[in-house]
């Protein structure tokens, strides 16, 4: 490893891959920081299909995903730090510096821009307020995940799932497959997270109910779990009272929902979006902080890996261009219009490239035919009709700025 780098990378999952080539391709000189022995981030332990259709016109599993781009890496002159993890990180006169730690020690490295891909974590059962002590057999669904698919552990006999989000899905299948029984997945909300394809395909193929508007209120169990109270909730998501039912269980899948993970942005001082939880940027992912690019899901949490690459390869590429010429930047806003609950970019820089701006938006709300406009100053620059939206899916759209002068607004009409 060198002491000084044109782009850091932090984070080796598929956004971290994606900025870490595009930053070489474009000319700079790059190391890619992974606290993992091996680079893949998340995709490592999603053994189903499912991803790479808009990329490669196939569906991958996430390991055979993973794998084309670390091919990639490797084939260039890409520094790659695996087992090494960023403790922290400082700007300097020359740019910025990191703290690595790893098997040899803790060391600094030096770079002028830095891209944060560092992913996501869970929420847990403690975050969801479920009572009760803490037996073992209570797991979020990316370490049961972890423990079936990497490790080769079956952790569940008879399971319970919290939350229909996509992961919870999965592994409501995947504890299936190996042989659990899963009796259920429970949701606070009256309609399912996660996307229609992943409830039929994971719940209804097996014979798996779902059950909308409830929640898990207790554990029950001191050494393993031994089972959970499970409550109908009113449309506030209030647990209704006498409405508790005690389920034997000896495992508990909480998949309540994805944080980006930005320790790291907030000691740089990046500023956040309390909508996303991951950094505000503009149209080359370039964070209000000069020299740090965001991408994948500490940007905001993709339901697609397609679109992460796609970012990651953006915010490489701008960070190379960063180093080679800054610029002044002059930024507008970007506003979530009616239906749009989270919107990426938040800013435009008006120096910067406008001709194929991409939005990643969620809708508010699941809709039939509607139409999404990004609109300035009373004109619509673009209009896409949409026959499905659904909050679970992240829509897409791209969009010429080249004659924006003020702010940008997204909606669905
Ligand atoms: C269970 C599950 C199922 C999914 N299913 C699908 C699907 O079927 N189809 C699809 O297209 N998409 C799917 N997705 C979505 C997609 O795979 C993810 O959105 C994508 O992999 C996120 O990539 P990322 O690079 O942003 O984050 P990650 O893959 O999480 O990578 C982040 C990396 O950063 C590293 N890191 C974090 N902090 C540090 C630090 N301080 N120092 C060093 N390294 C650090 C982590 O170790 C990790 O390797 C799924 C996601 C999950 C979780």
């Not at 409501?172 to 009796?183: D, F, H, K, P, Q």
């Amino acid at each position: 490893m060198r002491e000084r780098y044109d782009v850091a990378v932090i984070g080796g999952g598929p956004a971290g891959l994606a900025a870490a080539l595009a930053a070489d391709e474009a000319g700079a000189s790059v190391l890619l920081v992974e606290r993992e022995a091996q680079l893949g981030g998340i995709l490592k332990q999603c053994v189903h299909d499912g991803f790479g259709l808009t990329r490669y016109g196939e569906m991958l599993t996430g390991p055979e995903y993973a794998q084309l781009d670390r091919d990639r890496v490797s084939a260039r002159d890409i520094s790659c730090a695996t087992g090494t993890f960023v403790l922290d990180g400082m700007r300097t006169d020359q740019g910025f510096e990191l703290t690595l730690s790893n098997r040899a020690g803790v060391h600094h490295v030096a770079a002028n821009a830095l891209v944060l891909a560092t992913g996501c974590r869970e929420r847990t059962a403690k975050q969801v307020f479920i009572h009760g002590d803490r037996p073992s057999g209570v797991f979020t669904a990316g370490c049961a995940q972890n423990l079936v698919n990497l490790q080769g552990l079956q952790p569940a006999r008879r399971a319970v799932i919290l939350g229909s989000g996509d992961i919870g899905l999965i592994m409501a299948r995947r504890l299936t497959l190996e042989g659990a029984e899963v009796i259920g997945v429970y949701e606070a909300k009256p309609t399912p997270s996660g996307l229609p394809r992943n409830i039929a395909q994971c719940l209804d193929d097996f014979g798996i109910p779902l059950h909308l508007s409830h929640t898990v209120t207790r554990t029950f169990g001191t050494g393993r779990l031994e089972a959970v109270e499970v409550c109908r909730v009113d449309e506030h998501m209030q647990p209704i009272a006498g409405t508790e039912q005690v389920i034997p269980c000896d495992t508990l899948v909480v998949s309540v929902g994805l944080i980006p993970e930005n320790e790291l942005a907030e000691r740089l001082g990046v500023e956040l979006s309390p909508i996303t939880r991951g950094p505000l940027v503009d149209q080359c992912l370039h964070t209000l902080t000069p020299g740090i690019f965001a991408a994948g899901n500490c940007l905001s949490v993709n339901d697609l890996v397609d679109y992460v690459s796609e970012n990651g390869f953006g915010a490489g590429a701008a960070a190379a261009a960063y180093v080679r010429a800054p610029h002044e930047r002059r930024l507008v806003q970007v506003t979530a219009g009616t239906g749009i609950v989270t919107c990426v970019p938040q800013r435009i820089d008006l120096n910067a490239p406008l001709e194929r701006v991409t939005f990643y938006l969620r809708s508010d709300g699941t809709y039939r035919d509607r139409r999404l406009a990004v609109e300035s100053g009373g004109t619509t620059l673009i209009e896409k009709h949409l026959r499905a939206v659904n909050p679970a899916e992240t829509l897409r759209i791209e969009a010429d700025l080249s004659s924006v002068t003020q702010d940008v607004e997204v909606r669905l009409l």
